[in-house]
């Protein structure tokens, strides 16, 4: 079984240029999650879909970001304009309750490396 | 203060030795733990979920503390592919991980 697939693997980009994240999650599963890393510090949550709604959004920095999930299948992540504060390995992650191992388990995918300079 | 705490190290042990984790956390409230393990440049895995009356599964044993507000983790036998960072998770309400700044491990031959 595949598992949770990121595009791109990295991206170098200018301050106050666009870009869009990609995160395929594990087939059929309902709930999808993005998370962020930045340098030295833990990794946080930004949010979480089930199929295409946004179910928590209350880690999302600012208005800068912005998420989707049409369809319910893929997810993307814009940052329009980008920072230099937005640099750091953006995760995805998905879960379906009942088909893991462990209840709440999530898989996670190998992540987005941003720099913005 | 942090949601989740733990000594983010580097711990350098030699093979074959015994070595445990900490990872203490704010709300009480939290039902669901889990360590999961990072390679380097790699997304994070599960380990293992942590129960009240501990979990084992080979040489790793999960224990939590629910008075203390704490979770261990423990290798025991030390093996050079145990070199990772070891990422401590408290489950916000049902889904929203809350990750501790994870511990490093080297283990030397």
């Known amino acids: 079984e595949a598992g949770v697939t990121q595009f791109p693997s990295h991206s170098v980009i200018e301050k106050g240029q666009t870009v869009t994240l990609r995160c395929d999650p594990i087939?059929?599963?309902?709930?999808l999650y993005w998370y962020r890393r930045v340098m030295g510090k833990e990794i946080k949550f930004l949010l979480h879909f089930v199929k295409e709604s946004k179910q928590d959004e209350s880690g999302m920095p600012n208005n800068r970001f912005l998420a989707e999930r049409t369809g319910g299948t893929y997810s993307t992540l814009k940052v329009q304009p980008a920072e230099l504060e937005d640099s750091g390995v953006y995760f995805c992650a998905s879960s379906q309750v009942g088909q893991g191992k462990i209840y709440n388990e999530q898989f996670f995918g190998p992540g987005t490396r941003l720099t913005v300079l | 203060r942090k949601e989740v705490e733990q000594d983010p190290g580097p711990f350098n042990v030699p093979e074959g030795a015994t070595v445990a984790f900490n990872c203490t956390y704010s709300?009480?409230?939290?039902?669901?733990f889990f360590w999961y393990r990072q390679d380097c440049r790699k997304e994070p895995k599960l380990l293992m979920s942590v129960y009240s009356s501990g979990n084992e599964d080979g040489r790793f044993t999960a224990q939590l503390n629910r008075a203390s507000q704490y979770i261990s983790l423990l290798i025991r036998d030390s093996k050079l592919s145990d070199s990772a960072t070891y990422l401590c998770?408290?489950?916000?309400?049902?889904?929203?991980?809350?990750f501790g700044t994870g511990t490093r491990l080297k283990v030397l031959a």
């Open positions: 709300n009480s409230a939290s039902q669901s």
């Open positions: 087939s059929g599963h309902d709930n």
């Open positions: 998770v408290v489950v916000a309400g049902t889904y929203k991980y809350i």
